[in-house]
C-alpha cells in the first residue's frame, strides 16, 4: 500500500505493520507503547528501560543488523539521518518512513501520519493532548536568546528549526533565526556581543551545566533548559510548555 513520506517518497507499507525500527530518538519515545518496536539506536533513552535491539547510532546504524531484523517498516528523520544509510535499507528491500519536522504544527501533522499512515495505528492520546496544551500556550512577554548547543567550537540554533519554533511560540526571539545556516559555528565573545535577554542552555545534544556554560556569559541571564523538552516532538511535547516556560521567564 504505497504512501508518500515527509519528503514525498513513495514508501510501500503492508497493511498490517508487525515490527517497527526507530533511528530517532525521540520518534522511538513515541512509538514505544505500540507493542511494534523492535529495534532502536543506542542514543533512544526513553522510556527508560526500553529492552529492544540496539542498531548503533544515529548517524552511523548498523545496516545489516536492521535488515536481520525484518522490520515492516523503518522510522528516520531528514536532520537526525544521514541519506546514504536509508538509501542502503531501500536497496535491501525495507521500507523506510522519513519524517521532516521543523515546527510545532509540523510536529503534530507529521507525526499523525507516521501512526496512521506509516505504522497502520491509531493516534496516542498524548498526541491530541499535546495539541491542546500548545493551543493553550500564551506567553505573557516576550524576550531574545541565543540557544547555544556545543562548545569547541560553539554553534547555536539558527534558522529553520524544530527549536526555533519551540521558543518562538513560548514567547522567545532566537536571534540567530535569520542566519543562512540551521546550526552555524560562532565564537562566544560574538554570541556575547548580541546582548540576549537570556542565554537558553539545553543539556544536549552538548551538556550544559551550571559548571559548564553560564560562566562564558558574565553579565547575561542564562536558562538551563532539558533538551528533550526543547528538540524531541513526541509525548515530552505535553510537559514542554508549562516545563520551559517556568525556566525561560515568560
Known amino acids: 500500500m504505497p504512501v508518500q513520506d515527509d519528503l514525498g517518497n513513495v514508501v510501500k507499507i503492508p497493511a498490517k505493520v ?7 530518538p525521540s520518534l522511538t519515545e513515541s512509538v514505544a507503547d505500540t507493542g511494534l518496536l523492535v529495534g532502536a539506536t543506542e542514543w533512544c533513552t526513553h522510556p527508560e528501560g526500553l529492552d529492544v535491539t540496539r542498531v548503533k547510532g544515529t548517524k552511523n546504524p548498523d545496516v545489516a ?5 525484518q522490520p515492516d517498516v523503518v522510522l528516520a ?11 542502503e535499507l531501500r536497496e535491501a528491500g525495507i521500507a523506510v518512513w522519513v519524517t521532516r519536522i521543523r515546527t510545532v504544527e509540523e510536529a503534530f501533522q507529521s507525526l499523525g501520519r507516521m501512526f496512521t499512515e506509516a505504522c497502520r495505528t491509531g493516534k496516542p492520546g498524548w498526541l491530541a493532548e499535546a495539541e491542546a496544551v500548545w493551543a493553550e500556550v500564551r506567553p505573557e512577554r516576550r524576550r531574545t536568546a541565543v540557544v547555544p548547543i556545543w562548545r569547541r567550537p560553539w554553534m547555536v540554533v539558527g534558522s529553520g528549526t524544530f527549536t526555533g519554533d519551540v521558543l518562538r511560540r513560548l514567547g ?4 540567530f533565526e535569520e542566519h543562512e545556516e540551521r546550526y552555524p559555528k560562532v565564537p562566544v565573545a560574538e554570541i556575547a556581543a ?9 543539556d544536549e545534544p552538548y551538556s550544559f551545566t551550571a559548571d ?4 562564558c ?9 532539558s533538551g528533550r523538552l526543547l528538540t524531541w516532538y513526541g509525548p515530552s511535547l505535553v510537559q514542554a510548555p508549562a516545563t520551559l516556560r517556568a525556566a525561560l521567564g515568560t
Open 18 to 24: 508487525r515490527r517497527v525500527v526507530s533511528l530517532v
Open 77 to 87: 528523520n531528514f536532520e537526525e539521518n544521514r541519506e546514504p544509510d536509508l538509501q
Open 65 to 69: 543488523k536492521i535488515v536481520e531484523l
Open 217 to 225: 556569559f558574565p553579565g547575561l541571564d542564562t536558562a538551563l533548559v
Open 212 to 215: 559548564d556554560g553560564p560562566e
Open 194 to 202: 548580541m546582548r540576549p535577554d537570556l542565554v537558553v542552555l539545553p
Open 172 to 175: 522567545v526571539d532566537n536571534l
